[in-house]
T-cell receptor, first 111, second 116 residues
Framework: RKEVEQDPGPFNVPEGATVAFNCTYS??????FFWYRQDCRKEPKLLMSVYSSGNEDGRFTAQLNRASQYISLLIRDSKLSDSATYLC????????????FGRGTSLIVHP | EAQVTQNPRYLITVTGKKLTVTCSQNMNHEYMSWYRQDPGLGLRQIYY???????DKGDVPEGYKVSRKEKRNFPLILESPSPNQTSLYFC???????????????FGQGTRLTVV
């Protein structure tokens, strides 16, 4: 079983829709969680960190569920410019640190 | 401007011809790493470094070497490239917090390597 799993999609949604992605992780010792955005053939860029209490940044909301070992990303009022691949990153801190990337979820927002 | 710089951006080479992809960061980050990205497989870590002279294997280290002689530089070396190393490569760096907590990773713009 892969350590970090994401539904590859694509999620095909109309402008204005609300869409949610989940990312499950297998290592219960994981302590750091992030969502990155990657546009086609470009480098990933941090979208937002995921805190235990959940956090919101404009139209984006990230949540962590430690009991079920998943993180989620909710995008409200989708824009055409939200079309991209969303990568979740899970890391275990302390000692040797290896952040593990999910394979990404592709989002396509259409007019 | 905080950045991670990779060179070259594009490279076509022949099997067996040694090559080096350079990576440099100007943020004084301790942690640097190399990834390759292939369709359907996502980002896979090749090697990482926690600090100068400290390197370790990631998930897919075979066929690659790295060195960390200076904090800012982390070159990726392919001693004898093969066609299965054709991929998109990313270098990344991040700071290690006081409790080794991971902070935001900054990525280079990527190197598209083709080995024929």
């Amino acid at each position: 079983r892969k350590e970090v799993e994401q539904d590859p999609g694509p999620f095909n949604v109309p402008e204005g829709a609300t869409v949610a992605f989940n990312c499950t992780y297998s290592n219960s010792a994981s302590q750091s969680f992030f969502w990155y955005r990657q546009d086609c053939r470009k480098e990933p860029k941090l979208l937002m960190s995921v805190y235990s209490s959940g956090n919101e940044d404009g139209r984006f909301t990230a949540q962590l569920n430690r009991a079920s070992q998943y993180i989620s990303l909710l995008i409200r009022d989708s824009k055409l410019s939200d079309s991209a691949t969303y990568l979740c990153v899970v890391g275990v801190t302390g000692g040797s640190y290896i952040p593990t990337f999910g394979r990404g979820t592709s989002l396509i927002v259409h007019p | 401007e905080a950045q991670v710089t990779q060179n070259p951006r594009y490279l076509i080479t022949v099997t067996g011809k040694k090559l080096t992809v350079t990576c440099s960061q100007n943020m004084n980050h301790e942690y640097m790493s190399w990834y390759r990205q292939d369709p359907g497989l996502g980002l896979r870590q090749i090697y990482y470094s926690m600090n100068v002279e400290v390197t370790d294997k990631g998930d897919v280290p075979e066929g690659y070497k790295v060195s960390r002689k200076e904090k800012r530089n982390f070159p990726l070396i392919l001693e004898s490239p093969s066609p299965n190393q054709t991929s998109l490569y990313f270098c990344a760096s991040s700071s290690l917090g006081g409790t080794l907590s991971h902070t935001e990773a900054f990525f280079g713009q990527g190197t598209r390597l083709t080995v024929v």
